[in-house]
């Protein structure tokens, strides 16, 4: 029996790459117990296959799960955005920080197409996120800013590159993996966004034991998995305040004694970081509203 790692999954077929010796992934097939049961089988799944037969025979245990979109084993969820073309929007990376923070896989920040504008600019957008305690990476493919340190921060690991359409994560893909050669696109000028060129999750090789799932670009996500007590877990500058609040209950709102708002009057929390905040609040109490009305 031999143990691989599902690299794509095509229409009821899995190609599975070894994880015992180098070669190219080889098309499986599912029977039995495994075809009929409850568990789906993921890209990133390690599998036990037999080698003549090509039929996937088990799945082994999940060390972690990415469910948007779902991708097994995952290592670093890689979160890319641009500094301009299309600009980055403060509430939707926070919502994709705050997603990745959910998953409990270790994330990164990535602020591509540097090159489009000034170094002050990308200095000062890096410093911000720094500042509320996240890892950020300034890159530029055209200039190649940041390339050794996301080669060296993904290397050995299995990462998923997630993010709007359009900001440039199969061109990001391409400069640290040149031999991946993946499709890359435009932004259209007329709505801003750019058009998805990554269709389907896979995993693609891009060193000894380094994978990369570039996924399909999304312009929307929800935050229904997220109760309002719980959204302040997934900030991490608001962690410092943990149980200073009166109330073990406050979510930070309209409640008094409330010490993240203390902060944000004295100056200690960023203003417009504590609004972004607001704004998902209420977009995820609007959601549990109308789930138990």
């Keep these: 029996m031999a143990i691989g790692r599902v690299v794509r999954a095509i229409a009821g077929f899995y190609y599975v790459e070894s994880l015992e010796e180098d070669r190219q992934p080889v098309e499986c097939s599912i029977r039995g117990k495994l075809k009929l049961g409850s568990e789906s089988l993921l890209v990133g799944d390690k599998v036990e296959y037999t080698d003549d037969e090509r039929v996937i025979t088990a799945i082994l245990p999940r060390q972690t799960v990415l469910k948007r979109p779902y991708i097994a084993n995952i290592d670093c969820i890689v979160l890319v955005f641009a500094h301009q073309n299309p ?70 690991k299995v990462a998923a590159f997630a993010g709007p359409s359009g900001v440039g994560k199969s061109a990001l893909v391409n400069m640290i993996a040149p031999g991946l050669m993946l499709k890359t696109g435009l932004i259209s000028e007329k709505i801003g966004r750019g058009k998805h060129t990554t269709r389907e999750v896979q995993l693609l090789k891009a060193g000894a034991g380094t994978y990369i799932a570039d996924t399909p670009g999304f312009s929307q996500i929800e935050l229904d998995g997220i109760s309002p007590e719980e959204l302040a877990e997934h900030f991490p500058d608001f962690h410092k305040y943990n149980g200073k609040c009166r109330f073990n209950t406050c979510i930070h709102l309209s409640e008094p004694g409330c010490q993240v708002k203390k902060a944000v009057d004295d100056g200690q929390l960023d203003r417009l970081r504590y609004q972004s905040y607001i704004e998902l609040l209420q977009e995820i109490k609007k959601i549990w509203d109308n789930r138990y009305r």
């Design 87 to 156: 600009d980055p929007s403060d509430i939707l990376v926070t919502k994709f920080l705050v997603l990745a923070s959910t998953s409990g896989i270790p994330y990164l920040l990535i602020f591509n197409k540097s090159d489009l504008v000034s170094k002050s600019k990308v200095q000062k957008l890096a410093d911000s996120y720094r500042s509320y305690g996240y890892q950020v990476i300034c890159t530029s493919v055209l200039t190649h800013l940041g390339k050794r340190t996301l080669k060296q921060a993904l290397n050995g």
